[in-house]
């Protein structure tokens, strides 16, 4: 059993951010529950415990609590702001709303503390702070370890139970040093050795899988992006050829697309892989449709038929493998929800496994985005793959603005793989989130060779960002976008005139629609 380190959540923004910090760190870590109970958390081979930060004060009637009994488990538990009000309130210090509300970078003084938490560290560091309430009086239990200019305890210690709060969050970007105080935490204080590791996963999962599933058949819903593609290597390593690999091409695809994601798990990996050619299907239930959430919804119905129609060949199936990955269960989980607003219905698998009576596999769901893609190179997955933009489960039909036919989709590949030529020649496409072209539904007065043309609109999305929740347009280098916008317009049949989105992420969404 590896060692564990539990991060209890009481609802901080940032409490995902802790989990990366300390698996960065070899450790790893799961989010659960403020309420978990030290009888769940005995069940595991704990190394210590995190309270996460959160919104409330606690002396609010519904502030969140932790089992209290967590500080006699034997192991270190540090807090961080809500956490740390929370864990000195249950040692016995005085918690306040703060006179001064402290918002941004301030500056830590260690007061030479020599403690562990700290070790390594100049006298005075930045940390960056957010909080209403504080700690106000400790009692004689407590150690002093840094103060602020505005708050006298900022990091205290219990030498006792070996809680360590800090008031500030060392799992921002803006505490510099917030990586070594976690590093400190980890090692210098529970004692960890670093055990976590993405081979080590690899092996455990293959032994799991294959416990889990034993000899029955498993789907999987490869759509060739890393998700998936990790999903299905995972599961070919376990599983072999009980593994069956099914590809819809639903005639929205990139140019090249298809070949490429056959050549690589077909030919190069050598899986059980079904393609299933769709288009017509797709196309059919996309005619006359304009409006986004109606074409977002017959392309996820018409996936689940396809889907359907297609295991009902296999025999004996009996799990469909999913590539849900961390930060999707948390969201799902949290009481206190995730980004929950839906401005557009995705549909991926989401709802499959329900519909079609599947259980479900799911091998990615503690692992964050990055983590995939290391699973992705240790596996073997080419770089092309792993480096994928993403890429939206409707595909090209909700960047073809008003009806989806055929001729306009040929229109929009073209258009669209030079824009995927040129960026990936120049080797920009590793630093954007996305770039792509997009049909719109106008047309505009051209002239080509003399001639008057009255052609159609590509438009440019080019955008960066780290999660896809907001986005910054790019502006490439004049030459770039020149090239890109003559091509399209010599090469593309049809098309006359390019514009480049200057956007941004809100107001605008990446996609168009
Ligand atoms: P928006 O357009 O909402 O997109 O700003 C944010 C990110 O999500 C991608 N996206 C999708 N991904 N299925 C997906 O897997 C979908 O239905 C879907 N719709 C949008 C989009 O490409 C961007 O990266």
Redesign the pocket.
Known sequence: MAEFLAILDFGSQYTQLIARRVRENRVYCEILPHGTTVEDLKKRQLKGIILSGGPSGVYEEQAPRCDERIFSLGVPVLGICYGMQLGCEILGAKVIPARHREYGETVLDLAGSGDDLFHGLKSRIKAWMSHGDRVDDVGGDFQVLARTQNCPYAAVAHSRTRFYGVQFHPEVTHTPEGGAIINNFLYRICQCTGDWTLSGFIDDQVKKIRKEVGRERVVCALSG?VDSSVVALLLHRALGSQLICVFVDNGLLRQGEKEQVEATFREHFHLNFHLVVASSRFLQALKGVTDPETK?IRIGHEFIEVFRDATRKFEGVRYLAQGTLYPDTIESRSPFGGPSAV??????VGGLPEKLGFELVEPLKFLFKDEVRNLGRELGLPDEIIQRQ?????GLA?RVIGEVTAERLKVLREADAIVQEEIRALDLHRNL??SFAILLPVRTVGVMGDRRTYDAVIALRIVE?TD??T?NWVFLPSEVLTRIANRICNEVVGVNRVVLDISS?PPS???WE
Request: glycine share 12%; net charge positive; aromatic share 8%.
């Open positions: 992006g977002r401005i557009k219905s995705h549909h991926n993403p890429f939206p489960g409707p909700i989130w996305q960002s896809g929740m986005a992420k969404t990446i996609e």
